[in-house]
Each structure stands twice: as structure tokens, then as C-alpha cells.
């Protein structure tokens, strides 16, 4: 019923840019809080950023000053700025969303996952 589509990942060198986008689509009648993860190969999934319905937003420490993540409430979308990429900023990125559908109570929803590589 619902779906999250990540686009923008990709191969970038270090200090380069990358804009991640996330689109939720389906029978929604509400989106609250909605954030980024990564995974990087070997090691757990973690928070990156995270923003809620009224825009408030939050950065693991690593990130702060270089990621920057905001939402078109109008579109159902995420984005993740990400500037001045690192070597270990090198993960897949995943879209995280909590949805209420119609008739139904909020959910936690994942998108596939999006690439994100950075090496010269």
C-alpha cells in the first residue's frame, strides 16, 4: 500500500556533493517523522538524520555542519544534502518514514536502499 523510492546515490570523490531524494507514494493519509539511515559493509544500520512534521531536525555527530535534511510535505518527500563526502560516509543509504494509512494506525516504512560511494 505504501512505497519509498530513494534516488541520487551514486559514485562521488571525496569533498564532493550528493542531494538524496525520497518519495512516499500509496494510500497515506499522514506522515510523521521521516529520516535517513546507512549501512556501511560489516557494521549495524544507523540513524544519519531525521526530521519531523514540523521540521525539526537531528544529525549524528559524524555528520553535523556537512549533511542537511529537509521534506516537501506537499510531495511526501525526503531529501539528504550531503557535502563535503568522506571515504567513511560510504554506505547504503535508506529511507525511514512513519506513515498513517487510511483506516489504518502509523507504521514504520523502509525504502531499498540507495549506493552511495565515495573514493577517488
Known amino acids: 500500500q505504501v512505497q519509498l523510492v530513494e534516488s541520487g546515490g551514486g559514485l562521488v570523490q571525496p569533498g564532493g556533493s550528493l542531494r538524496l531524494s525520497c518519495a512516499a507514494s500509496g494510500n497515506i493519509f499522514s506522515i510523521n517523522a521521516m529520516a535517513w539511515y546507512r549501512q556501511a559493509p560489516g557494521k549495524q544500520r544507523e540513524l544519519v538524520a531525521a526530521?519531523?512534521?514540523?521540521?525539526?531536525?537531528t544529525y549524528q555527530d559524524s555528520v553535523k555542519g556537512r549533511f542537511s535534511i529537509s521534506r516537501d510535505n506537499a510531495k511526501n518527500t525526503v531529501y539528504l544534502q550531503m557535502n563535503s563526502l568522506k571515504p567513511e560516509d560510504t554506505a547504503v543509504y535508506y529511507c525511514n518514514a512513519d506513515i498513517r494509512v487510511w483506516g489504518s494506525d502509523i507504521r514504520d516504512y523502509w525504502g531499498q536502499g540507495t549506493q552511495v560511494t565515495v573514493s577517488s
Open positions: 526530521i519531523s512534521s514540523g521540521g525539526s531536525t
